[in-house]
């Protein structure tokens, strides 16, 4: 199971709007409507941000968004603020209750 | 509140055994699988595998297939990650992660992490 893709970097200045792509295969992202979203700051642990593709849990700021078509997945970020940089993991279901993360994608408040 | 406690750092040496533990309480344990989660120093998340605690039923990802084991004790809430023989390339950070349901696939909640150092 390879990893889904994602830009290494991607940066936006404050107030702006950002998206961070994450592509699969039709095994995973393309068949499951399961990918979520995890949001990582330095040493510390993730947190999850997107589940179901589109969902936020209760407490996540509406600015996090996602969607999906086909095989890719993505998550925007809008009205970017200093507190969001930080390292950004997709993952999805791939069916036998396993999962694959993405590579990660690390985004820069200018 | 949901908590998933993991156990201290670890240094070891190659070819030693390990057994770390990640405790959940705030919930009932037996309703949500465990996932283990590999950080490499500066690198990604990477899922290593899960088990469902009421029947210790696992799968593993084929990465880390045959080189860990998962396994559970729900009478008292501890899931383990096990190696039987270390390599250098174990040294990461290990987090586990509670699904966030049945028909859920996701994991919302986290572990600290277990810093596992691998040296000779």
């Known amino acids: 199971q390879s990893a889904l893709t994602q830009p290494r970097s991607v940066s936006g200045s404050p107030g702006q709007s950002v998206t961070i792509s994450c592509t699969g295969t039709?095994?995973?992202?393309?068949?499951?409507?399961?990918v979520s979203w995890y949001q990582q700051h330095p040493g510390k642990a993730p947190k999850l941000m997107i589940y179901?593709?589109?969902k936020r849990p209760s407490g996540v700021p509406d600015r996090f968004s996602g969607s999906k078509s086909d095989n890719t997945a993505s998550l925007t970020i809008s009205g970017l603020q200093a507190e969001d940089e930080a390292d950004y993991y997709c993952?999805?279901?791939?069916?036998?209750?396993?999962?694959?993360f993405g590579g990660g994608t690390k985004l820069t408040v200018l | 509140e949901v908590q998933l406690v993991q156990s201290g750092a670890e240094v070891k040496r190659p070819g030693e055994s390990l057994r770390i533990s990640c405790k959940g309480s705030g919930y009932s344990f037996t309703n949500y699988w465990i996932s283990w989660v590999r950080q490499m120093p500066g690198k990604g998340l990477e899922w290593m595998g899960r088990i469902d605690p009421s029947d210790s039923y696992t799968s593993y990802s084929p990465s880390f297939q045959g080189h860990v084991t998962i396994s559970a004790d729900k009478s008292i809430s501890t899931a383990y990650l096990q190696w039987s023989s270390l390599v250098a390339s174990d040294t990461a950070m290990y987090y586990c992660?509670?699904?966030?349901?049945?028909?859920?696939?996701?994991?919302?909640?986290w572990g600290q992490g277990t810093l596992v150092t691998v040296s000779s």
């Open positions: 039709s095994s995973d992202v393309g068949n499951y409507n399961y």
């Open positions: 179901d593709v589109s």
């Open positions: 993952c999805s279901y791939t069916g036998t209750y396993k999962f694959v």
């Open positions: 992660a509670r699904r966030g349901g049945t028909d859920y696939f996701y994991f919302d909640d």
